[in-house]
């Protein structure tokens, strides 16, 4: 019930399906005009908040930048990589595709070339309701991995979790049994800060290893320092800008919910 209420609840709270939401009211309030209106204007409000530069950017670093590197990483047990980077070799793809965050497999691999551990963990499994994928993230992972130059024998693969504590849970399972008790953590930088506190909650010495950055030194400097049309343009409404305050936000909702749960 849990996952499901995290896939269905969300998507209402996040700034598109809110506004949608209030829009939807409002067409049921044509005798109540001011009522109305005021619901509109909410809806409004909220897009162009969530759409804009300032906001996105704002939100994604303060989760972005909780973990950033502190000079070369030291070696581990093993390095373990969350799901979430991959698409499944269906028809008409030839091959298993990565997508945006497809670095978090590119670090992985460029880790181990480093020899920082000698194993790595890749996790990640389907939602049997929601996914009808024919193969796991962390199968599909392992195959982009071995395409990279790892050997197969290196890989280990837990394909059970449907979430990320569930990543925690199961790949903290596979660790202990295999006598691993320090661990280089990739994933995407957003995503770091829950992940980093849910492996740690299991008892595993965490080295964050982020990737997938959206927010750069230089990015931000371009923002907090833009001449007037940079401050403009940066306050129009953009489809990217929304995407990246929803990508932020279901990290902030998904901190709140597991403290809630008391995984945190």
Not at 194 to 213: H, M, N, T
Request: aromatic share 8%; glycine share 6%.
């Amino acid at each position: 019930m849990f996952v499901f209420l995290s896939k269905f609840i969300p998507p209402l709270i996040y700034p598109l399906g809110l506004a949608i939401l209030l829009l939807l009211i409002s067409l049921f309030l044509q005798k109540r005009p001011r009522f109305q209106k005021a619901l509109v204007t909410c809806a409004m409000i909220i897009l162009l908040l969530g759409s804009n530069r300032w906001v996105a950017v704002t939100l994604a670093r303060s989760l972005e930048w909780q973990y950033l590197p502190q000079g070369e990483i030291p070696s581990a047990d093993c390095i373990v990589v969350l799901g979430g980077s991959t698409d499944p070799a269906e028809p008409p793809r030839p091959t298993v595709e990565l997508n945006g965050a497809a670095d978090r497999v590119f670090y992985t691999a460029l880790l181990y070339h480093q020899g920082k551990a000698p194993v790595i963990l890749s996790s990640g499994g389907n939602i049997s309701w929601l996914d009808s994928r024919s193969s796991t993230p962390a199968e599909e992972m392992a195959i982009i991995l071995t395409q990279l130059g790892v050997p197969e024998e290196a890989i280990l693969k837990q394909n059970r979790s449907q979430n990320t504590y569930e990543d925690a849970l199961y790949s903290a399972a596979i660790l202990k049994e295999k006598g691993f008790s320090r661990v280089i953590l990739v994933t995407s930088a957003m995503h770091m800060p829950r992940s980093v506190a849910l492996f740690r909650k299991q008892g595993i010495e965490v080295i964050p290893a982020p990737a997938d950055f959206s927010v750069t030194e230089t990015s931000w400097g371009q923002l907090i320092h833009a001449d007037f049309p940079g401050l403009v343009v940066s306050l129009l409404p953009n489809v990217g800008n929304l995407s990246l305050t929803t990508n932020a936000l279901k990290e902030y909702i998904g901190i709140l919910a597991y403290h809630l749960r008391g995984w945190l």
